[in-house]
C-alpha cells in the first residue's frame, strides 16, 4: 500500500529533530531525502568506533558554516578532516579579521577600485584576507624552519596555523583540529594563498619540502586500520574525491552523506552521488548512504542541529 503524504504540522513549535521527522512523512520533494540524510548524519555521528572523515570545500568557511564545521570537531565527532586550501586561508584569516555581508549584484568593478574581494554574496577587503594570510603565514613558517623542520605534510603544516590561532577563537577549525589532535589533510596545498605563501617562503629557503606522502601514508593508516569508516561530505571537488578514493581500498565506505547542488547529468565527480560511488567500490553496497540536494549554507546547519538534538537525548 503507497504511503500517504502527510501534511507539516509547526503548530506546536517542534524542535529540530521531531520537524526534521515529520519532513520524511511530508513527501516534500526535498524534504525528504534530508530527513534521510539526518538519519544518515546521526549515525556516523553517534558511532564512537566508526572512523569519520568530514570532508568540504573552502568557500563554506567564509560563511558562517565555519562554526558549524568546527563544532564538530572540537566536540569529537569528526576524525579526520581532508579539504582545499582556502580552508586554511580563510580560517586563518578570519581568526583575525572579519568578513562582511555583501549582495550578489554588486558593481565588481567598483569593489575591485576600492580593493573589496567578492565571495558570492559575502565582502571582504584585501587587507583582511591576502595581507593578513601572508603576515601570519612568514611568522609560522620562519618559526618552523628554527625549530629545525624542512619537511612538511599539510598535516604538519595545518597543525602549525591551528596552534598559531588563539585558543579564543571557538569557531576556527583549525584550532578546533590542532586542540582535538584530528588531522586535516589539504591535497591541493599549493592552489591558495597560503600556499602561494609557501612557495614564497621556497625562493629563499630551498632545502624546504612537502612531503605530501605521508599525508598519504596518514590516510591510509587511518583507513586500513579503521573498524568502519563514515564520511560527511560537503560539495564535491579535490576533498570529496580523496576521501572516496582512500575508502575504496578498504572497499568502500560503511556509511555516506553527500549535500551538493552539482547536477548529475554532466558526469562530474562533483555531480556523482553515492549510489555512483558504490559501482566503484568507494562506497559498500550495504551501506547507509543518501545524497541531499541543495545549499549546504542552509541545510547543513539545520542537519547538524537535528542529529545532534537526537543523540544528546
Known amino acids: 500500500m503507497p504511503r500517504k503524504v502527510e501534511d507539516i504540522r509547526i503548530d506546536d513549535a517542534p524542535s529540530l529533530d521531531a520537524l526534521v521527522r515529520r519532513l520524511e512523512s511530508a513527501g516534500g520533494f526535498s524534504a525528504r531525502e534530508v530527513a534521510r540524510g539526518v538519519d544518515v548524519l546521526a549515525r556516523i555521528l553517534g558511532d564512537e568506533e566508526m572512523t569519520r572523515f568530514l570532508s568540504f570545500p573552502a568557500d563554506i568557511v567564509a560563511t558562517g558554516t565555519r562554526g558549524v564545521l568546527a563544532t564538530l570537531v572540537r566536540e569529537g565527532y569528526v ?5 582545499t586550501c582556502g580552508t586554511l586561508d580563510h580560517d586563518l584569516a578570519r581568526a583575525f579579521r572579519a568578513y562582511y555581508h555583501g549582495e550578489w549584484d554588486l558593481d565588481d568593478r567598483e569593489l575591485r577600485r576600492r580593493h573589496l574581494y567578492r565571495l558570492g554574496n559575502l565582502v571582504i577587503p584585501e587587507a583582511n584576507y591576502g595581507a593578513i594570510v601572508e603576515r601570519k603565514m612568514r611568522s609560522i613558517l620562519r618559526r618552523l624552519w628554527a625549530r629545525g623542520v624542512r619537511s612538511l605534510s599539510t598535516e604538519t603544516l595545518a597543525r602549525a596555523i591551528g596552534e598559531a590561532i588563539p585558543s579564543s577563537a571557538r569557531s576556527s577549525i583549525l584550532r578546533a583540529a590542532a586542540d582535538r589532535d584530528v588531522p586535516v589533510i589539504v591535497p591541493g596545498i599549493t592552489d591558495g594563498a597560503v600556499g602561494s605563501q609557501l612557495w614564497l617562503f621556497w625562493q629563499d629557503h630551498r632545502a624546504l619540502s612537502l612531503d605530501l606522502f605521508a599525508d598519504e601514508q ?89 542529529a545532534l538534538e537526537r543523540l544528546r537525548r
Not at 576524525?79 to 579539504?83: F, G, S, Y
Not at 573498524?227 to 560539495?235: E, F, H, K, S
Not at 554532466?266 to 559501482?279: C, F, H, K, N, Y
Open 79 to 83: 576524525d579526520a578532516v581532508i579539504t
Open 218 to 306: 596518514r590516510l591510509s593508516d587511518l583507513v586500513f586500520e579503521a573498524r568502519r569508516t563514515g564520511a560527511v561530505m560537503l560539495g564535491g571537488g579535490i576533498s570529496k574525491h580523496h576521501t572516496i578514493w582512500w575508502n575504496q581500498f578498504r572497499n568502500g565506505l560503511d556509511a555516506a552523506l553527500y549535500v551538493t547542488t552539482a547536477v548529475e547529468w554532466d558526469g562530474s565527480l562533483s555531480g556523482a552521488r553515492t549510489r555512483e560511488a558504490v559501482s566503484w567500490g568507494k562506497v559498500k553496497p550495504n551501506a547507509r548512504h543518501t545524497t541531499v540536494e541543495g545549499d549546504v549554507t542552509v541545510l547543513f546547519p539545520l542537519m547538524v542541529g537535528a
